[in-house]
């Protein structure tokens, strides 16, 4: 991924995070101030209700104050003025009241007078009563004495609905006398009239029992419910009002658009953060990655342009460039030494690549010095200076004779030997001279991989081993395989590790062994042919802890100041030829398998 991209999904991390976070908060903080104003309306809109309830209570206690504390009331209580419910009680005269019922009863419980008329659309109102009764039980709470002159007020459920009573005890004008009874003033309950004044919407709910004041939670409301009382206390219903969850709402609306403005102004500032992070870093850091890029394509240390801007940037291409004047000398000084590290390993392996070569030229011409001294060629030519001798008796003649004719003989046949070995000896110095001449080819041009015979390079280094006593040679059949490399050094290969064979038999003590050499031809998964040769020995073996330092420039297991060139070479020959040079080991005196893999020489045209 890149910065840019990381950069801008950090930043989009953090307006999502943020925007997470502000309407958590939004939610958690915010919003319960609006729930807690609107149970708060709700509260309010339950009191006007109930307050509308009260005044009308109010109003009919007061009403019925006035009536029953007056010296009219009183005598009819006690049975004088008889035209005072043709005076008091009337249509007109409760609806002027503003009353529907009119009830005196005496302090017996006896219903003196219940009368009342409701005010229907009909031309004439109809009459009804308050009490189902004509008389009371003394438990009634109209009959309880009460405290002072109290005047009372309550709801009490009629025939024709609910309503609101004032009861008052009947006294004289003066407040002086005996109670007479009590008088009861009812009016049915307007609920239109209570909704016109307090604007509320609310219903009456009907109950038998008096409940808790719970709280009714729905989608729409916040409820309120709150009990209506009789005058023994109980619930005659309960009066319940909806107000709306408009200020949550409100809230919830405030909220989201809260919200869209804080994501309106991160993505704002996200933008422009964006193009300021572009300006100051970004576009710095591209130029410097296209720069890093362009030197790591041309290999060309060439320093940046500086800005100067004094940031850590800034600083950064001063140190890159300060950095790349100190790789620049250190390639020119890495460069001096390699070509002096890589002509000193030419010349090792030359030398001893030469020395591999040279030590069968060295036991051919002992060979042949040694076959000039032998004893019997003395003798031929004592013979022949007898011979010349005057007085020769002539049997000692015909002795010398035959043998000098044996000695003819066997020269004529050692000539011929001779001859071999010469012509061994000039194959010999040939190959020496390959060798050079490749090393001067190889330090001119660049080396081209050509098709080489393995069997023909291998028939080329067998003779560094051939005269070595003890040594059996099985070569398997290698007429019909071919591969892409370098011919000479590859030879100098087989010979590296043919030597390094012999002598891995020897230095193991047995006195005898055989080396066995072998290839095949083998194709990778991607249909790529290869050939594999291996040089196995039944000598020394390697220890494991060797095997991974075998090609190691310096390392050897040999004794005798062995200086360890030869494996690191052919090491890096092979490689050279797009090959690869392993080696496999049981451990001591198990022997040991070189094996080479070179690219097959079909594989080059096939690929052509």
Not at 45 to 53: K, W, Y
Not at 174 to 192: F, K, N, P, W
Not at 387 to 411: C, I, M, N
Not at 468 to 474: E, H, L, P, Q, S
Request: with cysteine; hydrophobic share 45%.
């Amino acid at each position: 991924m890149r910065l840019v991209t990381k950069l801008n999904v950090a930043l989009l991390g953090v307006v999502a995070v943020s925007a997470v976070l502000n309407f958590a908060t939004l939610r958690l903080a915010v919003l319960p101030s609006f729930s807690a104003l609107e149970e708060q309306a709700a509260e309010r809109n339950q009191t006007r209700v109930l307050e509308a309830i009260q005044l009308q209570k109010d109003q009919v206690a007061n009403s019925a104050g006035d009536y029953a504390i007056w010296d009219d009331t009183y005598d009819f209580m006690k049975g004088a003025g008889p035209d005072y419910q043709d005076k008091n009680v009337t249509a007109d005269s409760l609806k002027t009241l503003g009353v529907t019922f009119f009830v005196a009863i005496d302090t017996a419980g006896q219903v003196v007078l219940d009368s009342g008329f409701a005010q229907d659309d009909a031309d004439e109102p109809r009459p009804v009563k308050l009490l189902p009764t004509t008389r009371l039980p003394q438990n009634s709470p109209f009959l309880t004495e009460p405290q002072g002159l109290a005047i009372r007020s309550s709801l009490m459920q009629t025939p024709e609905g609910l309503a609101v009573i004032g009861y008052s005890p009947i006294l004289r004008s003066d407040r002086s006398g005996i109670r007479a009874g009590t008088l009861v003033l009812g009016r049915l309950l307007d609920m239109d009239a209570i909704r016109s004044a307090t604007r509320v919407d609310f219903d009456l709910v009907a109950t038998s029992s008096f409940p808790t004041r719970p709280m009714s939670e729905s989608g729409r409301t916040v409820d309120k419910i709150d009990p209506l009382l009789g005058p023994d206390g109980r619930a005659l219903a309960m009066i319940r009002s909806h107000t709306p969850r408009d200020i949550t709402a409100v809230g919830e609306q405030t909220i989201l658009t809260t919200l869209l403005l804080l994501l309106a102004g991160a993505t704002i500032l996200l933008i422009a953060l964006g193009v300021i992070l572009r300006l100051i870093v970004i576009r710095r850091i591209e130029t410097l990655r296209s720069h890093l890029l362009s030197v790591a394509a041309s290999g060309h240390l060439d320093p940046m342009r500086e800005d100067g801007k004094g940031d850590e940037l800034s600083e950064t291409v001063v140190s890159f460039n300060a950095m790349a004047r100190q790789l620049d000398d250190l390639r020119a000084k890495l460069r001096r030494q390699d070509y002096d590290h890589g002509a000193a390993d030419e010349a090792a392996g030359l030398l001893h690549n030469v020395r591999n070569a040279l030590s069968p030229i060295s036991v051919v011409a002992w060979g042949l010095a040694k076959a000039n001294a032998a004893p019997w060629k003395q003798n031929l030519t004592k013979a022949l200076d007898q011979l010349g001798e005057d007085g020769l008796a002539p049997d000692r003649a015909a002795k010398l004779q035959q043998f000098v004719a044996l000695s003819s003989a066997r020269l004529m046949d050692e000539d011929r030997a001779r001859q071999e070995e010469v012509g061994s000896l000039v194959s010999m110095l040939r190959h020496v001279d390959d060798i050079l001449k490749d090393q001067d080819r190889s330090a001119q041009r660049e080396r081209v991989l050509d098709t080489v015979d393995l069997a023909a390079s291998l028939r080329n280094a067998l003779p560094l081993i051939e005269r070595r006593d003890g040594i059996a040679v099985d070569v398997g059949d290698l007429e019909s395989l071919a591969a892409l490399g370098h011919r000479v050094p590859l030879e100098q290969v087989f010979g590296n590790l043919i030597v390094n064979a012999a002598e891995a038999i020897d230095a193991s003590g047995k006195g005898a062994g055989t080396v066995r050499i072998a290839a095949r031809s083998i194709t990778d998964g991607a249909g790529t042919g290869s050939v594999e040769l291996t040089v196995s020995d039944d000598g020394v073996g390697i220890d494991a802890a060797n095997r991974d330092r075998l090609f190691e420039k310096g390392f050897s297991t040999k004794s005798g100041g062995k200086r360890g060139v030869g494996l690191h070479w052919c090491a890096n020959a092979v490689n050279a030829m797009g090959g690869r040079l392993s080696v496999e080991s049981d451990g001591p005196q198990q022997g040991a398998t070189f094996r080479i893999t070179l690219p097959a020489a079909l594989s080059r045209r096939d690929a052509a």
